[in-house]
């Protein structure tokens, strides 16, 4: 088949578009023709070198993937070839402590599709029968491509872990971005009031469109003051966190008491300070998350279908442009998810 894979660390330049081994599908395994596999921050922390790839080079990146299954190990049931689907990307190992408790996303041996495993900048991917849902004929494969990681951390963070409720007030970081544009939809869809930042102007529309009562460009306006004076200066309910260093820190000072900050990404540095006596005085929660189940995915996914949630998508690039389409997310051109079709 081919992929567009790299063999050492780098740039964009790094991704090279060739022949690479075909995926061998174990019985418990399928093997899906990719349609469309959108990009992630975590790619250019796999190209980059500052999370290399578990199991080496060379390496293909990928953890969005849709496409139709092309076949199915031998004990396999329940699939057919030609099926449309959608792959959800976390691997757990179903028997440490943390998998029996339900809560696979933190299993001591976790891992997911394109990082841990080689992905979908590819015309064939595997992956286990278990991580296979149906995709709707309504949901288009770029559509569905845009789920798996992006929106569903953002569910995961903001139903399960923040609890949002209505009429709270929410400040997402990052309108622009897959995890941010998701956000603001989930956290309007849960009945709460959305402020949200960007880094440019052409950005603001598009946050607007997507729910955002108050968008602040950041690089004009400071956004703790800004929360302040959009809530009456009580400050927000829950944050959602996903950049670090000092807008992390910042991010803080604009939770109201009791309030819930959600990390769910280090964008731009995986350090951030914490004023503690913010933390202990108002009672804040610090919370981490890590994608979700699938359960959660199959969740998003119906509320697709229903027109309650809708994907960003800023653009698609054929297969064998994949270093076009890495350069464009490097240059923070995107306004929503980035896609490779085939
Ligand atoms: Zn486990």
Redesign the pocket.
Known sequence: MKAALFREHGGAEKILYEDYRDPAVTPAEVLVRVRACALNHVDMLLLDGRFPPPEGLPHVNGCEVTGTLEATGAGVTGLRAGQRVIIFPGF?????E??LRGE?TV????GYLGAHKDGGYAELVKAPAANILPLPETVSFEAGAALPLAMLTAWHALVAQADVRPGQTVLVQAAGSGVGSAAIQIARLCGARVMTTVGSDDKIELARELGAEHVVNYRQQDFVEEAKRWTGKRGVDVVVEHIGGDTFERSVYALTRLGKLVTIGSHDTHWGRLDLRHVYSKNLQVMGTNLGSIVELQTVLDHVVQGRLRPVIDRTFPLEDARAAVQHVLDRKNKGKVLLVS
Not at 107 to 110: A, H, S
Request: a positive charge.
């Open positions: 757990s190992c179903n028997h440490c943390y998998c696979r299993c001591l041996r976790y």
